[in-house]
């Protein structure tokens, strides 16, 4: 039955952290999601990211990182997400081991655990997406939070809106130019980096995130096409 159920992940056997799991009936393949820096896994956009994955036959599991845990607005050093990431990742495969895995998150969340993937793989991670990756604080454009991606050695898919004030379109692009066929961009055209558009405009924010969720599905697939494919041509 799909349901959404509350579970407990511990990080180095000792502090715990919330997480949220969510199974379809039939799923094809796992994401592991993390939160922006401003709002836990509960925030309407995790919870309508993981219910329309869950409608395309993909498991989520959603988790806080600790701070958030603790009602804390300050987000966690580098070394503390990162280990959140991992247990997150580790719970996950443990719970689901046969379907492919894939991880990323929100803004913060996604650039979180893209520097988990570039400092040491994430055991079993197919690919990252990202929703809206942070590339720069607004106002102040720069690439240097992209710096890590060239690390990466997983397949990258970049979900970004066109009106996104953390993401200038003119320094996005040639970063992923730079990291060539891992990674891939869909661009949400009026959309800004909440995945919201403009009242007068002809989509709705509802519209915008399932172009988004069905770009994610059809992406997954072709990562998982592409695994099987290697694997079976190095038997």
Request: proline residues 7%; contains cysteine.
């Amino acid at each position: 039955m799909d349901t959404t159920e509350r579970i407990t992940i511990t990080i180095d056997g000792n502090d715990r952290v919330s997480g949220l799991q969510r199974v379809p009936d039939v799923a094809h393949a796992c994401c592991v999601l993390a939160h922006g820096a401003g709002a836990g896994m509960s925030h309407p956009f995790m919870a309508a990211v993981s219910d329309g994955l869950a409608k395309r036959g993909i498991a989520t599991l959603r988790f806080q990182f600790p701070y958030m845990e603790r009602g804390s607005k300050r987000p966690d050093t580098p070394m503390i997400a990162d280990a959140t990431i991992r247990a997150a990742v580790a719970e996950a495969a443990r719970r689901w081991p046969r379907l492919p895995l894939f991880a990323g998150g929100k803004s913060f969340g996604g650039r979180m655990t893209s520097q988990a993937q570039a400092l040491d793989p994430l055991p079993g991670v197919c690919g990252l997406v990202f929703f809206g990756f942070p590339l720069h604080p607004a106002g102040k454009p720069s690439d240097s939070r992209a710096a890590h991606l060239s690390r990466v050695r997983v397949p990258m898919l970049f979900v970004q809106g066109t009106r996104d004030k953390l993401a200038a379109p003119e320094l996005l692009l040639p970063v992923i130019d730079r990291l060539g066929p891992r990674a891939s961009l869909h661009k949400l055209d009026g959309a800004d980096h909440s995945f919201h558009v403009l009242a007068r405009g002809v989509r709705t924010n509802a519209e915008v995130l399932c172009e988004a969720l069905d770009a994610c599905v059809a992406w997954f697939d072709r990562c998982i096409e592409s695994t099987q494919v290697s694997v079976a041509g190095s038997v």
